[in-house]
């Protein structure tokens, strides 16, 4: 819409510019060329009564002349050229405008000397003694000209811009609906579901907004049902889980008791309780998220919270904290940030050849997380999508259910910040979390 107005403004400026630039010139040259034709003719009077009380000497008479504007006078008289100006001579002349003038014709011609412009009138003398020119410059003209085309080109460029903004104006008006609509879309789609189209009385936008609203508390609503759906079945899931995590505790308590070829079953039954807790575990915190449950923030030294969290994750020292942020302290939801710092220690226990470092240090106007593991890292490709609920590596690596990454990314995207995965020098990958200095 904004070129259109565009294209629209300069098309029209142009054909203005055009029909101006064509009628303003016109005119100019056709008053140019009469007025230049009544003062050669005036000046011609002169010549003729000099010729006719029989003065002889014909130069002085033509310097004499009372015209002022012209640049040259010259005369063909009884078959010899008289000329006023050197370089405006007779071969200055087109032959074809001599002819005609020689011819008893009035005419006008324009010619081009040393690079000038000229208008040349010639006009017959009585008596058919023979011709009389004068030569008038059209530099004042072409002057005139440059400056009406400067001023034209200038004026269709302001008609342009003014066309840009008009359509820019015009595209946004009309737009805003749309563009509203996209905003409010891109935050249900980045998990907003409070976002609502406000109409803002335009009646264009009412019924859509009605529609698109409607949706979205649509989707809210299963979402928040799901949600609680996956939190109930998760906490009925704990009583029995517990109970046969007890009852395999028993059973492993009495390994020795059982028979060889029981003890290998056993062995696999209790790895995948394990894992079945894992998984209960993790959909119950993920289920909590979607259900909307809200973070509770206190005060806390995010240096000691980290290395205590990192530390029992690990099983040993693994966390530095930089002295520059050794004393800080942050309004963070302290279960959230624990389980945050637990979770990658545990992913690069388990996936990544063990944790060799956690760093705590200082960003520009952010705090970082740093996890390193020793194992193969992650290519490029994949940085992405492991971060998607149930997203495992190859045969290798599947050991989890794929939940704590997810976990890790929704806990830290509540605290306004952001978590990256990069490479390892040497090897490996680096996880970072960096979060917004809040308060300190």
Same mark, same amino acid.
């Given at each position: 819409m904004t070129l259109g107005f565009g294209l629209l403004a300069l098309g029209l400026s142009a054909l203005l510019s055009g029909l101006a630039w064509t009628l303003v010139t016109r005119t100019m040259v056709s008053q140019t060329e009469q007025t230049a034709l009544v003062e050669t003719?005036?000046?011609?009077?002169?010549?003729?009564?000099?010729?006719?009380?029989?003065?002889?000497?014909? /130069?002085?008479?033509?310097?004499?002349?009372?015209?002022?504007?012209?640049?040259?006078?010259?005369?063909?008289?009884?078959?010899?050229?008289?000329?006023?100006? /050197?370089?405006?001579?007779?071969?200055?002349?087109?032959?074809?405008?001599?002819?005609?003038?020689?011819?008893?014709?009035?005419?006008?011609?324009?010619?081009?000397?040393?690079?000038?412009?000229?208008?040349?009138?010639?006009? /017959?003398?009585?008596?058919?003694?023979?011709?009389?020119?004068?030569?008038?410059?059209?530099?004042?003209?072409?002057?005139?000209?440059?400056?009406?085309?400067?001023?034209?080109?200038?004026?269709?460029?302001?008609?342009?811009?003014?066309?840009?903004?008009?359509?820019?104006?015009?595209?946004?008006?009309?737009?805003?609906?749309?563009?509203?609509?996209?905003?409010?879309?891109?935050?249900?789609?980045?998990?907003?579901?409070?976002?609502?189209?406000?109409?803002?009385?335009?009646?264009?936008?009412?019924?859509?907004?009605?529609?698109?609203?409607?949706?979205?508390?649509?989707?809210?609503?299963?979402?928040?049902?799901?949600?609680?759906?996956?939190?109930?079945?998760?906490?009925?899931?704990?009583? /029995?889980?517990?109970?046969?995590?007890?009852?395999?505790?028993?059973?492993?308590?009495?390994?020795?008791?059982?028979?060889?070829?029981?003890?290998e079953p056993v062995d696999l039954l209790a790895d995948e309780l394990e894992r079945f807790r894992a998984l209960v575990v993790d959909l119950l915190e993920i289920s909590r998220h979607d259900a909307g449950d809200q973070v509770v923030r206190e005060t806390v030294r995010v240096g000691d919270l980290v290395r205590r969290a990192a530390d029992a994750a690990a099983g040993r020292v693994v966390t530095a904290v930089d002295p520059a942020v050794a004393t800080l302290t942050m309004e963070v939801d302290k279960r959230r940030l624990e389980r945050v710092v637990a979770n990658l220690v545990g992913n690069a226990e388990t996936h990544g050849g063990g944790c060799t470092a956690v760093r705590v240090e200082p960003g520009a106007h952010r705090l970082r997380i740093v996890v390193e593991d020793a194992g193969p890292g992650i290519v490029p490709e994949r940085r992405a999508r492991v971060f998607e609920r149930f997203a495992r590596g190859g045969s290798s690596e599947r050991t989890g259910v794929g939940l704590g990454l997810s976990i890790v990314q929704r806990h830290v995207a509540l605290h306004e910040g952001q978590v990256l995965v990069e490479e390892r020098p040497g090897g490996g990958a680096r996880f970072v979390v960096e979060l917004p200095t809040i308060s300190s």
């Open positions: 003719s005036l000046d011609r009077g002169e010549v003729e009564t000099a010729l006719l009380t029989g003065v002889a000497d014909l /130069p002085t008479v033509l310097e004499g002349v009372p015209g002022t504007d012209s640049a040259a006078v010259l005369a063909h008289v009884d078959g010899r050229w008289y000329a006023t100006s /050197p370089s405006l001579g007779p071969g200055s002349l087109p032959t074809s405008l001599v002819t005609l003038v020689g011819g008893g014709q009035e005419a006008t011609q324009r010619i081009r000397v040393d690079g000038t412009l000229h208008l040349a009138v010639g006009l /017959p003398l009585d008596g058919g003694r023979g011709s009389y020119f004068e030569i008038y410059s059209l530099d004042e003209m072409q002057r005139t000209a440059r400056a009406l085309s400067l001023g034209l080109v200038a004026a269709a460029v302001v008609t342009v811009l003014i066309g840009l903004g008009v359509g820019r104006f015009a595209s946004r008006l009309a737009l805003r609906p749309l563009t509203e609509l996209n905003r409010v879309a891109a935050d249900v789609a980045a998990g907003q579901l409070s976002a609502r189209l406000d109409a803002d009385g335009d009646p264009d936008l009412e019924e859509l907004a009605g529609s698109f609203n409607r949706t979205v508390e649509d989707l809210q609503r299963h979402v928040v049902a799901d949600a609680r759906f996956a939190v109930d079945v998760s906490h009925e899931l704990r009583t /029995p889980m517990t109970t046969m995590l007890n009852s395999m505790q028993v059973i492993q308590n009495r390994r020795e008791q059982l028979p060889e070829s029981v003890r």
